[in-house]
């Protein structure tokens, strides 16, 4: 049974350049959610995706965006991309509308120089 | 919003020993997992336990959710154990919430 996949495991860019990072739910999971993890500290969420439409948003500014396709896996794009961009992206699964058991893939540590 | 407080920030302990990790929030939600970061950044789910007790060898973790805590034990620690643990609450908007974390250094 294949797990959360994401793509691709690292990545460098610079300032003021846009990102798209992937992520494939375990099979039978409708939801899909995003965090990212500075050094440090415990990972923040970004997004929760459930059935293609957007369920939460944290606190992230509007150069964050994400979406989901109809075979659940989804995509987080940032544009503009700061310094501060610089972290660890943790996409997580569970089955149902409402948060439940979550489930991670292994990250894409993105470096912005 | 909810304030999720772990501790200790950082325990160091030899191998073969015990020891407790305690996460408090601060107001009611609907479920809590505890996670076990590995070198590589990868999260293990550890315990999804919205309330009661569980069992998994040597680790078990108790949720008192009327007293808003958790606790996570670790009986006979290994070196592979080393890593940070994260307990992570689900508020009713179900914007995930995690605390920062309790690293954890097992000597051999």
């Known amino acids: 049974d294949t797990g959360v996949t994401q793509s691709p495991t690292h990545l460098i860019k610079t300032r003021g350049q846009q990102v798209t990072l992937r992520c494939s739910p375990i099979?039978?999971?409708?939801?899909v959610s995003w965090y990212q993890q500075v050094l440090g500290q415990g990972p923040q969420f970004i997004f929760q995706?459930?059935?293609?439409?957007?369920?939460g948003r944290g606190n992230f500014p509007d150069r964050f965006s994400a979406r989901q396709f109809p075979n659940y896996s989804s995509e987080l794009n940032v544009n503009a991309l700061l310094l501060g961009d610089s972290a660890l992206y943790l996409c997580?699964?569970?089955?149902?509308?409402?948060?439940?058991?979550?489930?991670f893939g292994e990250g894409s540590r993105l470096t912005v120089l | 919003g909810i304030q999720v407080e772990q501790s200790p920030p950082d325990l160091i302990l030899q191998e073969g020993a015990n020891s407790t990790l305690r996460c408090n929030f601060s107001?009611?939600?609907?479920?809590l997992q505890w996670f076990h970061q590995n070198p590589w950044g990868q999260l293990i789910n550890l315990f999804y336990?919205?309330?009661g007790t569980k069992q998994n060898g040597r680790l078990s973790a108790t949720t008192v959710a009327t007293e808003r805590y958790s606790l996570l034990y670790i009986s006979s620690s290994q070196t592979t154990d080393s890593g940070v643990y994260f307990c992570?609450?689900?508020?009713?908007?179900?914007?995930?919430?995690f605390g920062k974390g309790t690293r954890l250094h097992i000597l051999p």
């Open positions: 099979s039978g999971h409708k939801s």
């Open positions: 336990i919205p309330s």
């Open positions: 997580a699964s569970s089955q149902g509308q409402h948060t439940g058991e979550l489930f």
């Open positions: 992570a609450v689900d508020p009713p908007d179900d914007k995930i919430i």
């Open positions: 995706y459930y059935e293609k439409e957007e369920r």
């Open positions: 107001d009611s939600v609907n479920n």
